[in-house]
């Protein structure tokens, strides 16, 4: 049976608007459900009015939409970044008070704005993702997504038996019970994990909830990616090989 012409009509205008928290993650704003959150809150405008509702379809490149009063448009090029994180530098837009910077200060010459694919805390240091990649954020960062990654984490004293057989059976936390995909021994002091969840310090949590607080943490490898001889605080953009990779 045919659509009806009604039916045809209404595909049509489908196809050629896209939902405005999509749109707004084109743009390099933040993660769609973040945009969704910055939507609701009243911080969006299409064709000068304020638009609350995330499922909100627009015409892109017909309609002018502005974020917190300013114009945004989709940035023309993907861009995906690997840095090597050092110590004390935090992973947030907004520059700090303390520290005077960010892990973004460390980015020269990269036009647009950018986001981090999750977080590595202040102290916390190794491989992070940044892009101006909405869709892709937001799939690694889904639990969903089960991307593994690999962290190497010191401690002040001796990991015992007893420790590694609390890490198996899973540790309670106030936000559910802990696990590592896996615990591997590199020598009496330090263990190499690997998480496929991302909760917040959950590896510093976990320890510290067997008494076991961590004294260094860094990641080294999220799925296939690894920061090879990248030192710290530098940065690289990721090869289309690559970007493939972390869509696997």
């Known amino acids: 049976m045919n659509k009806s012409a009604d039916s045809e009509t209404r595909d049509s ?15 390099g704003i933040a993660a769609r459900r973040k945009c969704e959150d ?8 299409v ?12 015409k892109a490149g017909v309609q002018r939409v502005e974020f917190r009063g300013k114009e945004v448009t989709p940035q023309a090029e993907s861009l995906y970044i690997m840095i090597h994180k050092p110590k004390g530098i935090l992973v947030t837009n907004q520059s700090s008070r303390e520290t ?5 200060d ?5 036009p647009g704005r950018l986001f981090s694919v999750g977080r590595l805390d202040r102290d916390t240091t190794g491989l992070l993702i940044l892009t101006n990649d909405g869709a892709l954020a937001q799939k690694l960062a889904h639990p969903s997504s089960e991307k593994e990654k690999e962290y190497l984490v010191e401690f002040d004293r001796p990991v015992n038996a007893g420790h590694l057989k609390k890490l198996e059976r899973g540790v309670l ?10 615990v591997k021994r590199t020598n009496s002091q330090e263990l190499e994990v690997i998480l496929t969840e991302g909760r917040k310090r959950q590896i510093r949590r976990t320890f510290k909830a067997i008494d076991l607080p961590v004294k260094e943490l860094h990641r080294q490898r999220i799925g ?12 690289r953009k990721l090869s289309k090989n690559e970007v493939a990779m972390l869509l696997e």
């Open 13 to 27: 205008a489908l196809e050629t608007t896209e939902k405005l928290a999509k749109y707004l993650a084109r743009c």
């Open 38 to 45: 910055y939507i609701r809150a009243g911080w969006v405008r």
């Open 47 to 58: 064709d000068g009015v304020i638009v609350d509702t995330p499922e909100t379809r627009i």
């Open 100 to 104: 005077g910077s960010t892990v973004f």
């Open 106 to 110: 460390l980015i020269d010459g990269v």
């Open 173 to 182: 936390l106030d936000d559910g019970v802990s696990r590592f995909k896996a």
């Open 224 to 235: 296939k990616l690894t920061l090879g001889k990248l030192k710290v605080g530098e940065w």
